[in-house]
């Protein structure tokens, strides 16, 4: 009997920790394609510049704002060789989050590659917005 009491006790004190804890869904349901443009780097402002320069040697992702445009910064970290280049699998809107989705992609074979290590970075302009961003 003192093991059932024991039990009770602690499955509801569960319940009540657990209860305070939510979980926000991020639905699909209504997908927008946002416009956006994927910058060169002569083009970044200086504070995104500053922000990859300071990232450059691990993977990343962040967002900067300057109040008119969203920025959304990907980068793969360091990489032995050139020839890299990312690609938009998607970038769209769902009901209460912006979603980015990139892919790495290697120097192809027959291409001439440089010996130097290369930093691939990705920086996307869209009108600023204030949802959340999910990177993948």
Not at 24 to 47: G, I, L, Q, S
Not at 106 to 118: T, Y
Request: charge should be negative; hydrophobic fraction near 35%; charged fraction near 30%.
């Amino acid at each position: 009997m003192k093991k059932w009491t024991i039990g009770l006790l602690l499955v509801s004190m569960m319940a009540v920790f657990l209860g305070g804890c939510s979980l926000t869904k991020v639905k699909a349901d209504d997908v927008v394609k946002p416009e956006y443009t994927v910058m060169k780097t002569d083009d970044f402002p200086e504070e995104v510049a500053d922000l990859i320069e300071e990232n450059k040697e691990k993977e990343f992702q962040m967002t900067y704002q300057d109040g008119e445009y969203l920025y959304l910064l990907k980068g793969y970290g360091k990489q032995e060789t050139g020839g890299y280049s990312i690609q938009i699998a998607d970038l769209s809107l769902w009901d209460n989050a912006i979603h980015l989705q990139t892919i790495l992609i290697g120097p192809d074979r027959d291409q001439e590659i440089k010996e130097e290590p290369s930093y691939p970075t990705i920086v996307i302009k869209m009108e600023y917005r204030e949802e959340p961003v999910i990177f993948e």
